[in-house]
T-cell receptor, first 114, second 112 residues
Framework: DAKTTQPTSMDCAEGRAANLPCNHSTISGNEYVYWYRQIHSQGPQYIIHGLKNNETNEMASLIITEDRKSSTLILPHATLRDTAVYYCIVRVGGSGGSNYKLTFGKGTLLTVNP | DTGVSQDPRHKITKRGQNVTFRCDPISEHNRLYWYRQTLGQGPEFLTYFQNEAQLEKSRLLSDRFSAERPKGSFSTLEIQRTEQGDSAMYLC??????????FGPGTRLTVL
């Protein structure tokens, strides 16, 4: 699976948009970008995933660059409860390769400040 | 809420004892995964099942670890002769084929 690079930490003011970047310059054509977050002492929570088109759900938006070498997770109106470690993961889709596992890095610690 | 559940949530044991953890996946999910997470690190893949078949095991899964999913529903992870290095959070996740994996709350193991 392609490796990802994320900043170690970021701060965001409550009520503002949080934009979390991720670089995945070696991503392959059949690899998806997944985002998870982990609030302290809880299990990781699935947020969103995408292949090449931008995606939006009730939690967040995912913007993937045209060359697919980077992406940004956007939390439109951050709250204190969004303080967590955010993981960007590239994972093989379909029936090929290591499509069964998620390879987590160290993620970005997002701190939302009042 | 019918998410992934894990039991127990916390386990303290003495070195050398055996421990067993249980995971109940989301009911319609056919894949079940086990991960381990140590302090300050992201979760690491251990093994996964598709229905009752264990299809992949990480080399992190030493001979002291065994996992089962006997009827393709719940799963157990057993650690024999626990060591202090086994202290970690053990996470279970489930998915429908290659769809998103949904995680349980984890079992925190402390080996004294």
């Amino acid at each position: 699976d392609a490796k990802t690079t994320q900043p170690t930490s970021m701060d965001c003011a409550e009520g503002r948009a949080a934009n979390l970047p991720c670089n995945h310059s070696t991503i392959s054509g059949n690899e998806y970008v997944y985002w998870y977050r982990q609030i302290h002492s809880q299990g990781p929570q699935y947020i969103i995933h995408g292949l090449k088109n931008n995606e939006t759900n009730e939690m967040a938006s995912l913007i993937i660059t045209e060359d697919r070498k980077s992406s940004t997770l956007i939390l439109p109106h951050a709250t204190l409860r969004d303080t967590a470690v955010y993981y960007c993961i590239v994972r093989v889709g379909g029936s090929g390769g290591s499509n069964y596992k998620l390879t987590f890095g160290k993620g970005t610690l997002l701190t939302v400040n009042p | 809420d019918t998410g992934v559940s894990q039991d127990p949530r916390h386990k303290i044991t003495k070195r050398g004892q055996n421990v067993t953890f249980r995971c109940d996946p989301i009911s319609e999910h056919n894949r079940l995964y086990w991960y381990r997470q140590t302090l300050g690190q992201g979760p690491e893949f251990l093994t996964y099942f598709q229905n009752e078949a264990q299809l992949e095991k990480s080399r992190l899964l030493s001979d002291r670890f065994s996992a089962e999913r006997p009827k393709g529903s719940f799963s157990t992870l057993e650690i024999q002769r626990t060591e202090q290095g086994d202290s970690a959070m053990y996470l279970c996740a489930s998915s429908l084929y290659t769809g998103p994996q949904y995680f349980g709350p984890g079992t925190r193991l402390t080996v004294l």
